[in-house]
Structure formats: C-alpha cells, structure tokens
C-alpha cells in the first residue's frame, strides 16, 4: 500500500503559477505510474497528467498541455505538477494517484491509491 499526500494549493490570480506536490510513503515508490487528476465543484474527476515509474514517459489533457508539467523526484518520493498560465477553468480539487499498471492511465477508476487532494482557485 502506498500514501500520497499533496500539497501546494491555493489562491493565484489568472496567468499566475503555482506548484503541487505530492509526497508517498508506504510501499516502494518507484513501482508506480503516477496520475494527476482534478474535479471541480459538481463535476466528474478529471484527468490532468500522468508519468512512468522511470519518468521517462508523461501524458497530459489536451486543456493543460502546454502550461502544465508533472515531474517525479523517486529518490525523494515525490511527483510534481508544475502549472503555469493559470485560467479560471483550472479552478478544481487536485489529486495525484498511484497505480502498478500503465494501462487506462488516463481513467480514474483504474488508479488504487489517492491522496486527500488540495484546491487551487484562480481568480479572474
């Protein structure tokens, strides 16, 4: 069992920039595919992004390719999700997850272990 919890939401204004992290503990955390995901109020979870065990692959949504970035740091069990050129619509509860398998990577139900999520507002 792995424990992910992220951290680094918050307020930033349109255009502005902001950095998640998400921290794992419990089982070896560079066995896992990683995945961010984002759900705002009264809408399905969506996909954000997602990298290889290695890191040496990553996959994003077409809304955020281009301004975001996920990184992952395995020798400090961390995956990062840099997002520059913030727009209102990214307004939402993020998540990272974990998973064993590369498979579906994109669909949240195929992801076994989550974090608590943290929220990111951007102002207009």
């Known amino acids: 069992q792995v424990q992910l919890v992220e951290s680094g939401g918050g307020l930033v204004q349109t255009g502005g920039s902001l950095r998640l992290s998400c921290a794992a503990s419990g089982r070896t955390f560079s066995n896992y595919h990683m995945g961010w995901f984002r759900q705002a109020p009264g809408k399905e979870r969506k996909f954000v992004a997602a990298?290889?065990?290695?890191?040496?692959?990553?996959s994003y949504a077409e809304s955020v390719k281009g301004r975001f970035t996920i990184s992952r740091d395995n020798a400090k069990n961390t995956v990062s999700l840099q997002m520059n050129r913030l727009k209102p619509e990214d307004t939402a509860v993020y998540y990272c997850?974990?998973?064993?398998?590369?498979?579906?990577?994109?669909?949240?139900?195929?992801?076994?272990?989550w974090g608590q999520g943290t929220l990111v507002t951007v102002s207009s």
């Open positions: 990298i290889t065990y290695s890191g040496g692959d990553t």
């Open positions: 997850a974990a998973k064993n398998s590369w498979y579906q990577f994109s669909r949240y139900n195929q992801y076994g272990y």
